[in-house]
């Protein structure tokens, strides 16, 4: 009988608890807002915050857009050279002014957009049907690309560069924006794309690299 004592006193102080916490007490405390000094010095912080963020912002996408470009140029000469030496075939990266068109032309132009193709009889030109291997979309219209010499690149089935034939294909390709040739420490934003004769690429942003590769835009 003792623990039904208990519990039905439990009960009761429950139901009384309850009682009072409604009896409309609760409604009638105050609720503290925001005043208008608090207010104006909070837009006043954000407004400063967003000041100091917008133009880094804005940094950190233009040297993203040239780092991804400039890997992608990386990427796609890799490609052309390590399929060079599978197919035991010329391999060429050239400039299109449209990849995804269904016959793509090597326009020997910046490399805007380019393709990545076998070229079975050494015309540096795609022809159907040469199996493409590659097609890379237009960069961002910000990005300015510059080549020294015919927008194309050719891959020997040794994995070399190929000499000037046909074309005098490119060696030294810059990237850059609306920024130039601006230097942050002893970079450049400027991105550029290296290719040496012996087919090895690189990208560098040293401005001794930059410098010898051109001047953008």
Same mark, same amino acid.
């Given at each position: +009988?003792?623990w039904?004592? &208990?519990l ?8 009384? =608890? ?9 409604? +009638?405390?105050?609720?503290? @807002? ?5 207010? $104006? ?6 407004g =400063?915050?967003?000041m100091?963020?917008?133009?880094? +912002? ?5 040297n993203n857009r040239?780092?991804?470009?400039s ?19 010329n391999?060429?990266v *050239?400039?299109v002014a449209?990849?995804?068109?269904a016959?793509?032309? *090597?326009?020997?132009?910046p ?6 193709f ?10 159907n049907?040469?199996?493409i291997?590659e ?7 910000? =990005? &300015? ?7 194309i690149? $050719?891959?020997? !089935? ?5 000499? !000037?034939?046909v074309?005098?294909?490119t060696r030294?390709?810059?990237? *850059?924006?609306?920024? @130039?040739?601006? $230097?942050? @420490? ?11 004769a012996s ?5 560098? !942003? &040293? ?5 010898a590769?051109g001047? *953008?835009?």
């Amino acid at each position: +009988m003792t623990w039904r004592v &208990t519990l039905r006193m439990m009960l009761e102080e429950n139901m009384l =608890v309850t009682d009072r916490s409604s009896d409309g007490s609760a409604g +009638m405390r105050p609720h503290r @807002g925001f005043t208008l000094t608090e207010l $104006m010095v909070t837009v006043a912080v954000a407004g =400063v915050l967003a000041m100091v963020a917008v133009p880094n +912002m804005r940094t950190f996408l233009q040297n993203n857009r040239l780092s991804a470009a400039s890997n992608d140029l990386l990427r796609s000469f890799y490609l052309a050279r390590s399929e060079a030496i599978k197919h035991q075939a010329n391999v060429a990266v *050239c400039a299109v002014a449209d990849p995804t068109a269904a016959a793509p032309a *090597c326009s020997y132009g910046p490399f805007k957009g380019w393709i990545v193709f076998q070229d079975n009889n050494l015309s540096w030109q795609w022809e159907n049907p040469e199996p493409i291997f590659e097609r890379h979309v237009l960069l961002d219209s910000s =990005v &300015t690309v510059k080549t020294d010499n015919n927008g194309i690149e $050719m891959y020997q !089935a040794t994995g070399f560069a190929s000499p !000037a034939g046909v074309k005098n294909p490119t060696r030294n390709i810059l990237l *850059c924006d609306i920024r @130039g040739n601006q $230097m942050v @420490g002893t970079n450049s934003v400027e991105r550029a794309v290296l290719i040496a004769a012996s087919g090895r690429v690189r990208v560098s !942003a &040293t401005s001794a690299d930059v410098a010898a590769a051109g001047t *953008c835009p």
